[in-house]
Each structure stands twice: as structure tokens, then as C-alpha cells.
């Protein structure tokens, strides 16, 4: 410019959302940054405007604004690149071919399986995939080009509504209409505003079952603003069309929900955003994996399964439990929301496995008196001998119990339990000896007060640095807690001191001649403000340095950014990202890490407090060191020694790859899910029980925040890994049930594979 030599940045995104774009750095001064694009919202451009970055927009509008530079302009595509607001080739037989494309993402496109779908000629759908080959909207495997075949179609998308009588939305009930458009969309998880007059949009199969069962209509575009019931014909009704098994209520496909919701562009704002989400599908896709896999976590069941569960997966889980997991039949038990008929099945199930124990034996009696207390009531567990229990805590409770002592006795003990409760204990062990009482309920009905104390210790916050880790370390070395604890203590502790007595602890830590006083001081940020505030967060970037861990290093830097503004914040986020990648490398265990390097923990922790492409390529990093950590990468015999030492490592729960699949599925990360799916099954080989079925123990945690898109990709893995084997107890085995298990109600099969196709 002007004979001087500027530098770029260039971002090339195919389809950014607002959010995404959001997330980028924002221009320096005398720098020039655009985002080349296929397609730009108007929300997306506006987010750019605001950072002060251009764009070029391939559909025809370029913009760059800086100082010495202006430009704002719409220009003509040019040719390889037409207005995709009229296609020509979009007819009514293309759109259902294009349509099939994108109900089955994964797949690359058959024309003799998709003329089947749209009833059309073999060849003449073959036509079509040539044509759309031509057009740049097919990959080289057949796939479709998304988002780019989406939008695609979206622009060609009929919108041909005819507006009803009201009466006709009673059509959902009898099945013969479903729902699509704005209330599809909300009941699937979109942000969608809905106001008083919005349109209820429905679909249906025929034209002339439409002709039937109207009384009058208006055909023509949709008032978004009309409190008109809106019907329009689907060609494809029954193929896109799921029926919830859960509920029974039966919905459009998510993509066709998108398309109809896409006709105005508030509501392609919607659709760029959203992330189709269903708490019951998902929920029955996690019990899915887990009943394939024959492994369920009992404690985390009693997370998915709530008072407001509906009864279908109460018996899903009962379903999931019965031939492998007896102590997951013993959660369902004890819990208070599962239908008495169910309990009365589980109850007399879990009776045939306890007569029939053997080589368990009293370690398994141990686990399952501990998820159901109230066993200690039936015949075949008070005549056998049972591991006693590790807590004082548990051997009152089971004294009273095996003794017929009324249910007063048990409130006392709970009572006289809480009394004691001291804010220094151990609040890990505290709150899982408050989650042992509360299991009790079914025996001892408690008063409100004692069952909402209990709640709280549950709910209280636990410490950052003082877990089960640092406990397994401390024994390693001296046998002594790390010098640091007391600090900490003193720090977590400050929350009930005056803001005096804080700043006190503070420049009594800011001034100790110690190595790692970032940690302490990190556990006093939550009780800071203010001056006191920017001192400490001064204090760690000064002391963090001297951490020689270093993830725990990058853990106190990640703890302490979101404590800060955005420079700061970005500072601190940027050296927690260095000691994490050096961490990786860092011989030896890490002390908040496990066995593992702490590196691959702690890009976790970054990736945890950051966001947008941050925290990508924090995850995309941590899943690389952690294939070549369970040594996914070695070759066979590497591999099997790996597999040998690693073993232990994975039962016991002490890596990190729960963490990083839950962290990659609730950012949409489903490209690195697979790399670990490859990865489990490349070190597993044929003795693919423990880490397949140690997948499946994640994909709650991967799903609590998930998607229908995740939800499926799990279900997809469990269905097509043949190497899963059902991990049969003996317990189980050596006892017929009396009774079937309960009906297990199927996954939507349209959604399995399905993901995003709009983003």
C-alpha cells in the first residue's frame, strides 16, 4: 500500500458461525485481517465488524476497513461460483435426492440406494449426483460438501405454507401431522424466541390427505407473525419423520426442522447456532452404549436417572443393568423415583444374583450394600458374611439396620453425623459419606432440614489442589501432606474471615520465600476483589514460574485467567498453555495428574477455562498426547507391553481419557472423538473388554451437555465395534432371571450416524 509491504492475516472458515467468529483475535494497529469465507451471515458480519477484521464473502461482498484503507463492495461471483439463491438444478427430484444426502452425512451417496428413498430411476439419481459433483457440492468419496450442501439447499427450499384452521394442530396427536419449523426447533434445544403470535408449523404426507383434512387454506410464504396454524406438504414424510421412544411423540429430522426454520433470515441466525440437543434421546443413547458394551457405572447412573425420569428409561436402564451390572440394579433400587412395579422386577433380580454369588462373595455383597442399604434388610445378605465397611460412619448405620432398630435410630445417626461436621475434614470423603446417608431414605424417612444439610455437604465446593491424587502422592514420598496444604488450608478457609484478615494471608503468602506460593494464593482468588485481587494475580504470573510441576503449574495459570480482564486473561491462558505442552514431556507422574505425563491433564485444564479456537487446538493437542501416552501410535509389540502396563492404570480410573472424551464431545469435536475411538480400539486389540467397555463408562459424562449429533456418534461406535463383548459378572451368569428384562425401547434408527449438517 502506498509502496509499502503489509502483512495479512487471513482466516479461511467455509461457514463461520457469529460465535465462532466472536472468538477470534481482534485486530493490532496497522494490521490488516480478513476471513475468507463461502458464506457470511449478517450476524457473523456484524461480530467481525466489531474486531475491527474484514471479509471476503465468495458469494459476491468484500469489506476491509483500516485506517489508510476502505472498501465496502458487492461484486458479481463470476463464473464456478452462481447465485445460489435461484438454482437451476434444484427440482423437485433433486431436492429429495440432495435430502437423502443429508439425513445420512456419513454416507457416500448410492444411487441405487437413494432411488429406492425417493423413488426415482437408479440412473436418473446417478444424473443428479453427476450434476451436483459438477457443481463443487459432492466430495471425491460421494459425501456431500457440508455445510455448503445444506445452505444449498436451504436457498431452494419450498416454502409453499398453507395456513389452516387452528383446530388442525390436534392432527400431532393422531400422528398424521408432525411438528417442524419454530416449536420442532425449541423442543430440540434451539434458541429459539418463541412470541405469542407465532406460527405453528406442521407437516404432512400427501396433498391430498392435506385437501381432506382442511377446511380452507391460503397458499403462499409464511407470516412469520401469523398465529395461523402453517401446514405444507413433506414428499419424504415417513423418512423424516422419528417418533420419540421415550416420550411417543413423534417430530420432523432435525435437518428438515433446519430447512423449514431457515426461510427468513432470523431464521438462519437460529439454525447457525443451534445444536439439536434431546435430555431423553441422549439419555437413551447413553444406556444404549452401555448395554451393547455390558458395562454400566453405577454412580453415574444415578446422575441420568432423576424423580422426573419418565418410566421408559427407568426400564432402559433396568434393561442396561440386568445380565452385567449388578450393583448398577442395586442404584435403581434404592432410588426413590423408580416405578414400585420396576423396583418389585429389580428387587427380586438382585436377590436370584445375591443367593447365586460365588466368586465375588463378600467383596461384592460390600459393593452392593453400599449403593443399597436398605439389602441389609433381605434374608440372603443377613446371612452372609460381608467385607466390613471403611468408615465408622457405615458400621453404625449397618449395626442399626441388621439390629431392626426403628427409623428414629437411623435419623439420630445422621443427625449426630452432621452435628459433627467440620469445615477442615476431608470433603471428598465428607460428601461421599452425605451421598451414603442419603441412600438411606427409602429406610429412614428424614426431616427437611436434615435432608437439605445433607444436600449442601453433597453440593459444597470441593478444594482445588487436596484430592485422591495429591493423597496418593503424599504417601509416595514422606507420608506427610505436601508443605503446601497448610497454606492451602488456611487459604480455603479465609471465606469465613473478614476481608482484613484475607489481605493478611495474602501478603503473608506474596512475600514467603517458598517455590510454589501460587497455589495457595490461586485457592484465595474466589474470596478476593478489588486491589487485593490484582495483587494476587500479579503474585502467581511473578511465582508460577518456580512451580517445578508443570501441570500443576499450568492447572494454577489456567485457575487464576478466569480471574482476570481480557489481557490478562489472555496472558495467563497463553503461559498455561506452554507449561502444559511442556508438561507432556515431563518425566515421571505428574501430583495432580496420576500416573500419566501431567502435560496431556494439563492441556485439559487450559482447554477447560478457555474458549472458541483456544480451546480447539488446547483439545486437538491433548488428544495427540494422549494416542501417543496409551501408545495408539507404537507398533504391535509396543503395543502389547503398553496394553500390559497400562491395564491397571485404566480400571483404577486414573488417566485422563474420561475427561478429554467428555471435554471433545461437549465441543463438537466429533473428528478427535474418533481418533480416540481408533486409538482405545488400536491398543485393545483382541482383548477389547476393558477399554472399549471403559468408552462406554464415558459416554455419560461425554453426553450430560451433548447433543443428538454425539449422541448418535456413540451409539454408531457401539453398533458397528464387533470386538465388544458382553462383560458378563459370574454373578450374573450363574443365575437365570426369573423374569425378562424389561423392554428396552431402540434409538431412533434416522439418527444414528447423524450429525450437524449446517455447521
Given at each position: 500500500?502506498?509502496?509499502?509491504?503489509?502483512?495479512?492475516?487471513?482466516?479461511?472458515?467455509?461457514?463461520?458461525t457469529?460465535?465462532?467468529?466472536?472468538?477470534?483475535?481482534p485486530?493490532?494497529?496497522?494490521?490488516?485481517?480478513?476471513?475468507?469465507?463461502?458464506?457470511?451471515?449478517?450476524?457473523?458480519?456484524?461480530?467481525?465488524?466489531?474486531?475491527?477484521?474484514?471479509?471476503?464473502?465468495?458469494?459476491?461482498?468484500?469489506?476491509?476497513w483500516?485506517?489508510?484503507?476502505?472498501?465496502?463492495?458487492?461484486?458479481?461471483?463470476?463464473?464456478?461460483?452462481?447465485?445460489?439463491?435461484?438454482?437451476r438444478?434444484?427440482?423437485?427430484?433433486?431436492?429429495?435426492?440432495?435430502?437423502?444426502?443429508?439425513?445420512?452425512?456419513d454416507?457416500?451417496?448410492?444411487?441405487?440406494a437413494?432411488?429406492?428413498?425417493?423413488?426415482?430411476?437408479?440412473?436418473?439419481?446417478?444424473?443428479?449426483?453427476?450434476?451436483?459433483?459438477?457443481?463443487?457440492?459432492?466430495?471425491?468419496?460421494?459425501?456431500?460438501?457440508?455445510?455448503?450442501?445444506?445452505?444449498?439447499?436451504?436457498d431452494?427450499?419450498?416454502?409453499?405454507?398453507?395456513q389452516?384452521?387452528?383446530?388442525?394442530?390436534?392432527?400431532?396427536?393422531?400422528?398424521?401431522?408432525?411438528?417442524?419449523?419454530?416449536?420442532?426447533?425449541?423442543?430440540?434445544?434451539?434458541?429459539?424466541?418463541?412470541?405469542?403470535?407465532?406460527?405453528?408449523?406442521?407437516?404432512?404426507?400427501?396433498?391430498?390427505?392435506?385437501?381432506?383434512?382442511?377446511?380452507?387454506?391460503?397458499?403462499g410464504?409464511?407470516?412469520?407473525?401469523?398465529?395461523?396454524?402453517?401446514?405444507?406438504?413433506?414428499?419424504?414424510?415417513?423418512s423424516?419423520?422419528?417418533?420419540?421412544?421415550?416420550?411417543g411423540?413423534?417430530?420432523a429430522?432435525?435437518?428438515?426442522?433446519?430447512?423449514?426454520?431457515?426461510?427468513?433470515?432470523?431464521?438462519r441466525?437460529?439454525?447457525?447456532?443451534?445444536?439439536?440437543?434431546?435430555?431423553?434421546?441422549g439419555?437413551?443413547?447413553?444406556?444404549?452404549?452401555?448395554?451393547?458394551?455390558?458395562?454400566?457405572?453405577?454412580?453415574?447412573?444415578?446422575?441420568?436417572?432423576?424423580?422426573?425420569?419418565?418410566?421408559?428409561?427407568?426400564r432402559?436402564?433396568?434393561?442396561?443393568?440386568w445380565?452385567s451390572?449388578a450393583?448398577?440394579?442395586?442404584?435403581?433400587?434404592?432410588?426413590?423415583?423408580?416405578?414400585?412395579?420396576?423396583?418389585?422386577?429389580?428387587?427380586?433380580?438382585?436377590?436370584?444374583?445375591?443367593?447365586?454369588?460365588?466368586?465375588?462373595?463378600?467383596?461384592?455383597?460390600?459393593?452392593?450394600?453400599?449403593?443399597?442399604?436398605?439389602?441389609?434388610?433381605?434374608e440372603?445378605?443377613?446371612?452372609?458374611d460381608?467385607?466390613p465397611?471403611?468408615?465408622?460412619?457405615?458400621?453404625?448405620?449397618?449395626e442399626?439396620?441388621?439390629s431392626?432398630?426403628?427409623?428414629?435410630?437411623?435419623?439420630?445417626?445422621?443427625?449426630?453425623?452432621?452435628?459433627t461436621?467440620?469445615?477442615?475434614r476431608?470433603?471428598w470423603?465428607?460428601?461421599?459419606?452425605a451421598?451414603?446417608?442419603?441412600?438411606?431414605?427409602?429406610?429412614?424417612?428424614?426431616?427437611?432440614?436434615?435432608?437439605?444439610?445433607?444436600?449442601?455437604?453433597?453440593?459444597?465446593p470441593?478444594?482445588?489442589?487436596?484430592?485422591?491424587?495429591?493423597?496418593?502422592?503424599?504417601?509416595?514420598?514422606?507420608?506427610?501432606?505436601?508443605?503446601?496444604?497448610?497454606?492451602?488450608?488456611?487459604?480455603?478457609?479465609?471465606?469465613?474471615?473478614?476481608p482484613?484478615?484475607?489481605?493478611?494471608?495474602l501478603?503473608e503468602?506474596?512475600?514467603?520465600?517458598?517455590?510454589?506460593?501460587?497455589?495457595?494464593?490461586a485457592?484465595?482468588?474466589?474470596?478476593?476483589?478489588?486491589?487485593?485481587?490484582?495483587r494476587?494475580?500479579?503474585?502467581?504470573?511473578?511465582?508460577?514460574?518456580?512451580?517445578?510441576?508443570?501441570?500443576?503449574?499450568?492447572?494454577?495459570?489456567?485457575?487464576?485467567?478466569?480471574?482476570?480482564?481480557?489481557?490478562?486473561?489472555?496472558v495467563?491462558?497463553?503461559?498455561?498453555?506452554?507449561?502444559?505442552?511442556?508438561?507432556?514431556?515431563?518425566p515421571?507422574?505428574s501430583?495432580?495428574?496420576?500416573?500419566e505425563?501431567?502435560?496431556?491433564?494439563?492441556?485439559?485444564?487450559?482447554?477447560?477455562?478457555?474458549?472458541?479456537?483456544?480451546?480447539?487446538?488446547?483439545?486437538?493437542e491433548?488428544?495427540?498426547?494422549?494416542?501417543?501416552?496409551?501408545?495408539?501410535?507404537?507398533?504391535?509389540?509396543?503395543?502389547?507391553?503398553?496394553?500390559r502396563?497400562?491395564?491397571?492404570?485404566?480400571?483404577?480410573?486414573?488417566?485422563?481419557?474420561?475427561?478429554l472424551?467428555?471435554?471433545?464431545?461437549?465441543?463438537?469435536?466429533?473428528?478427535?472423538?474418533?481418533?480416540?475411538f481408533q486409538?482405545?480400539?488400536?491398543?485393545?486389540?483382541?482383548?477389547?473388554?476393558?477399554?472399549?467397555?471403559?468408552?462406554?463408562?464415558?459416554?455419560?459424562?461425554?453426553?450430560?451437555?451433548?447433543?443428538?449429533?454425539?449422541?448418535?456418534?456413540?451409539?454408531?461406535?457401539?453398533?458397528?465395534?464387533?470386538?465388544?463383548?458382553?462383560?458378563?459378572?459370574?454373578?450374573?451368569?450363574?443365575?437365570?432371571?426369573?423374569?425378562?428384562?424389561?423392554e428396552?425401547?431402540?434409538?431412533?434408527?434416522?439418527?444414528?450416524?447423524?450429525?450437524?449438517?449446517?455447521?
Amino acid at each position: 500500500m502506498d509502496g509499502e509491504s503489509i502483512d495479512v492475516r487471513l482466516v479461511n472458515r467455509a461457514h463461520p458461525t457469529p460465535a465462532e467468529l466472536a472468538a477470534l483475535d481482534p485486530v493490532d494497529k496497522g494490521e490488516i485481517a480478513v476471513v475468507v469465507s463461502d458464506r457470511l451471515s449478517d450476524a457473523a458480519r456484524a461480530a467481525l465488524r466489531s474486531l475491527g477484521i474484514g471479509w471476503l464473502d465468495r458469494r459476491g461482498s468484500v469489506r476491509i476497513w483500516t485506517e489508510r484503507l476502505r472498501l465496502d463492495v458487492s461484486f458479481n461471483p463470476g463464473y464456478g461460483l452462481p447465485d445460489r439463491r435461484a438454482p437451476r438444478s434444484f427440482t423437485p427430484a433433486v431436492r429429495d435426492v440432495v435430502l437423502g444426502l443429508l439425513l445420512r452425512p456419513d454416507e457416500s451417496g448410492s444411487p441405487r440406494a437413494l432411488a429406492r428413498s425417493v423413488d426415482r430411476s437408479a440412473g436418473y439419481v446417478s444424473t443428479i449426483l453427476a450434476g451436483l459433483e459438477e457443481d463443487g457440492l459432492l466430495r471425491a468419496d460421494g459425501k456431500p460438501l457440508l455445510p455448503e450442501l445444506f445452505w444449498a439447499l436451504a436457498d431452494a427450499w419450498p416454502g409453499e405454507w398453507m395456513q389452516v384452521d387452528d383446530a388442525l394442530e390436534d392432527l400431532r396427536l393422531d400422528g398424521v401431522a408432525v411438528a417442524t419449523g419454530n416449536g420442532a426447533a425449541e423442543a430440540l434445544g434451539a434458541p429459539v424466541l418463541l412470541g405469542a403470535g407465532g406460527p405453528i408449523n406442521l407437516i404432512v404426507g400427501s396433498e391430498a390427505l392435506l385437501r381432506r383434512l382442511s377446511k380452507s387454506r391460503k397458499a403462499g410464504a409464511l407470516d412469520p407473525d401469523s398465529s395461523q396454524v402453517a401446514v405444507r406438504v413433506e414428499s419424504n414424510f415417513e423418512s423424516v419423520v422419528i417418533t420419540n421412544p421415550v416420550s411417543g411423540v413423534r417430530f420432523a429430522h432435525p435437518v428438515v426442522v433446519a430447512l423449514d426454520l431457515a426461510e427468513d433470515q432470523r431464521g438462519r441466525e437460529t439454525v447457525e447456532v443451534w445444536r439439536p440437543a434431546s435430555t431423553e434421546l441422549g439419555t437413551l443413547a447413553v444406556l444404549e452404549v452401555y448395554r451393547r458394551a455390558g458395562w454400566v457405572q453405577a454412580n453415574w447412573l444415578e446422575d441420568i436417572l432423576t424423580d422426573a425420569t419418565p418410566e421408559p428409561l427407568w426400564r432402559a436402564a433396568a434393561a442396561a443393568c440386568w445380565d452385567s451390572h449388578a450393583e448398577g440394579l442395586a442404584v435403581l433400587y434404592q432410588h426413590p423415583g423408580c416405578p414400585d412395579d420396576l423396583r418389585v422386577t429389580v428387587r427380586r433380580r438382585l436377590l436370584d444374583v445375591i443367593g447365586a454369588m460365588e466368586s465375588r462373595g463378600r467383596w461384592g455383597l460390600r459393593r452392593l450394600v453400599d449403593y443399597a442399604p436398605s439389602l441389609l434388610l433381605e434374608e440372603p445378605v443377613r446371612s452372609r458374611d460381608i467385607d466390613p465397611p471403611d468408615s465408622g460412619l457405615r458400621s453404625a448405620v449397618e449395626e442399626a439396620v441388621r439390629s431392626g432398630a426403628p427409623r428414629s435410630v437411623l435419623r439420630d445417626i445422621a443427625q449426630e453425623w452432621l452435628e459433627t461436621d467440620e469445615p477442615e475434614r476431608d470433603a471428598w470423603a465428607t460428601a461421599g459419606e452425605a451421598h451414603y446417608l442419603l441412600r438411606l431414605d427409602p429406610i429412614a424417612v428424614y426431616e427437611g432440614p436434615v435432608r437439605a444439610h445433607l444436600e449442601e455437604v453433597v453440593r459444597r465446593p470441593k478444594p482445588v489442589w487436596h484430592h485422591e491424587g495429591t493423597r496418593r502422592w503424599s504417601e509416595w514420598s514422606s507420608g506427610d501432606d505436601p508443605w503446601w496444604y497448610e497454606f492451602c488450608s488456611r487459604a480455603r478457609s479465609s471465606v469465613d474471615n473478614s476481608p482484613a484478615d484475607r489481605r493478611r494471608l495474602l501478603n503473608e503468602l506474596l512475600t514467603a520465600d517458598i517455590d510454589g506460593r501460587a497455589m495457595p494464593i490461586a485457592e484465595l482468588l474466589p474470596v478476593l476483589d478489588g486491589d487485593a485481587l490484582e495483587r494476587a494475580l500479579a503474585g502467581i504470573e511473578q511465582s508460577a514460574p518456580a512451580v517445578a510441576d508443570l501441570h500443576v503449574r499450568a492447572k494454577v495459570l489456567a485457575v487464576a485467567s478466569r480471574y482476570g480482564d481480557a489481557r490478562r486473561r489472555e496472558v495467563l491462558l497463553d503461559q498455561a498453555l506452554v507449561a502444559a505442552r511442556a508438561a507432556v514431556e515431563q518425566p515421571g507422574p505428574s501430583l495432580l495428574g496420576g500416573p500419566e505425563p501431567g502435560g496431556i491433564r494439563g492441556l485439559l485444564e487450559v482447554a477447560d477455562e478457555a474458549d472458541g479456537e483456544f480451546r480447539r487446538t488446547a483439545l486437538k493437542e491433548a488428544t495427540s498426547a494422549w494416542l501417543r501416552w496409551v501408545g495408539a501410535e507404537d507398533d504391535a509389540g509396543d503395543r502389547k507391553q503398553r496394553r500390559r502396563d497400562r491395564r491397571m492404570m485404566f480400571h483404577s480410573g486414573g488417566d485422563s481419557t474420561l475427561p478429554l472424551v467428555r471435554m471433545l464431545a461437549s465441543s463438537d469435536m466429533a473428528a478427535e472423538l474418533r481418533r480416540v475411538f481408533q486409538g482405545l480400539r488400536r491398543v485393545a486389540g483382541d482383548e477389547g473388554n476393558a477399554l472399549e467397555g471403559y468408552l462406554a463408562m464415558g459416554a455419560w459424562p461425554a453426553l450430560r451437555d451433548g447433543s443428538l449429533e454425539l449422541a448418535a456418534l456413540f451409539v454408531s461406535e457401539a453398533r458397528t465395534e464387533t470386538a465388544w463383548r458382553q462383560r458378563q459378572g459370574a454373578d450374573a451368569k450363574a443365575h437365570e432371571p426369573e423374569s425378562e428384562p424389561p423392554e428396552y425401547p431402540e434409538f431412533p434408527a434416522q439418527l444414528v450416524g447423524y450429525r450437524d449438517v449446517w455447521r
